[in-house]
């Protein structure tokens, strides 16, 4: 069953787009536009890893569409901003990123533990695409002033 | 005693919210120019904020979320962006402000130019939050801060007359004007809930660990803590009514802030004050550096907080000292504090519905609070708080062109 995946927010819109995704394949449905959408992300150590700033949703050939992964990061956050501003994180996340056209980061459905106030994941965030700029101003900035690595007295 | 360093949290939050350096001026101002005509204003504020800061800390204890984490999943990403931008600009301004508020006060002592202790003070600042935990910092600059009570014995010292009176006569009196007036009472109001004050005690009660077990120790927090920073501000604004305002002195700047004090009390009245000053002040500053990292790393979901060593949270740390160091830098330009501060007031007033409305409607929300949901009477006093932050959201700017910002 052939399906096809894309942003919540599609291309332009900004704002959270009325869609209301559920699964039933085995999952739960729920509001996604409201109980999903710019979530704070935990990662399996207590770390905060990131928002939900979009989601990737696979269209089947029939039935209701269903979340398969979250995006998260500038690369995703840019389009929900939308406008100028948008285009102009949207820039900067092409400018920092490594690779020539990065997309938005993204972490499968299948690490999600557990769906609250709060999303729950069920990996370290370091193993995230999500957190290569927290690692770079770590190595470049913060590393290089002592203390860094103390806990606060 | 131990119950009392327990409520340190919401005394910082309230003295760094509302006798900072800005209000510590603006009171005194208000005092000698309407006695106790604009009291009102100051208390209708307390209440507003003990409503919405304890909503927030509330939140924050049962479900783990701080107040910019409700307002980007209210608002969505688009709008919280708006808020972000306005709520750290003004941060940015007050913060500014604080420091050079610190400098003044060492100036005041050590009749060393406040310029030159500016640097020291930022570099102190961002020192204290790179190396210092959250509750000794919270508890010293807390307890501190309460060495401004010497108002109030100033002011028993000065046997009052009338204050009661004018405080029960609310209007301008003949040689000010309603416009001037609806100004003043809308920044008082302003200032006393600025929204710095629920980003720092939300962040602050995730900072401390506080869970649902802890939701007596936040009310105590919010109940003793506000109140208390809001008598602080009413005693100030007494004893400049009582000196100042029957010799028609007005108030401009800091120094004048301490003349009541000094003619009741003497140099050690003044010394004390200048330790509240102090504290209030440099606790002001510790509490907008961390609003502005903890806004801006919450709206990106970047991991925050000094619970954590500083390579753990980077760009939260990365933000605070930016914010510092600009900060210092803006203020070595001799901008005068005080006015940045009044109008970061005024600012301000416009992101109040947009910080406040997504606090109500997490408070009502069972998948965050569970049973700890608002209560019928909270719901009420906070929808009447929420339509006068619109009413003052529009009215402030337009008051402040007419009255050329009360002058």
Known sequence: ?153 | MKRFTEITLGILTAIGGFVDIGDLVANAETGARFRMGLAWAVVVGVVGIVVYAEMAGRVAAVSGRPVFDLVRERLGARVALANLLASFFINFLTLAAEIAGVALALELASSVNYLLWIPLVAALVWLVLWRGSFVPMERVFGLLGLALVVFGVALWHLHPEGLLASAMHPGPPTNESWGTYLFFAVALFGATMTPYEVFFFSSGAVEERWTRRDLNVERANVLIGFPLGGALSLLLMGTTATVLAPRGITVEHLSQVGLPVALALGKVGLAVLLVGIFAATFGAALETALSGGYTVSQYFGWQWGKFVRPNKAPRFHLVVLLATGLGGLLMLTAVDPIKVTEYSIVLAAAALPLTYFPILIVANDRDYLGDRVNGRVTNAIATVYLGLLVVVATATIPLMIMTKGGA
Do not use: C, F, N
């Open chain 1, 1 to 153: 069953m052939a399906g096809r995946t894309e942003g919540l927010a599609g291309g332009q819109s900004g704002g959270r787009s009325g869609d209301q995704s559920g699964g039933h394949r085995g999952g739960r449905t729920i509001d996604a536009g409201l109980r999903l959408l710019d979530r704070q992300l935990i990662d399996v150590d207590g770390m905060l890893a990131g928002k939900v700033d979009d989601l990737e949703l696979t269209m089947p050939a029939e039935g209701a569409p269903y979340v398969t992964a979250i995006l998260a990061g500038p690369g995703s956050l840019s389009r929900r901003v939308g406008g100028r501003l948008g285009a102009k994180i949207e820039a900067l996340h092409r400018r920092l990123h490594p690779s020539e056209a990065p997309g938005p980061a993204s972490v499968s459905w299948g690490v999600v533990t557990d769906v609250g106030s709060s999303i729950r994941l069920s990996v370290g965030k370091a193993s995230l695409p999500v957190d290569t700029l927290e690692q770079w101003t770590r190595e470049h900035i913060i590393d290089r002033i002592p203390g860094s690595d103390r806990a606060p007295d």
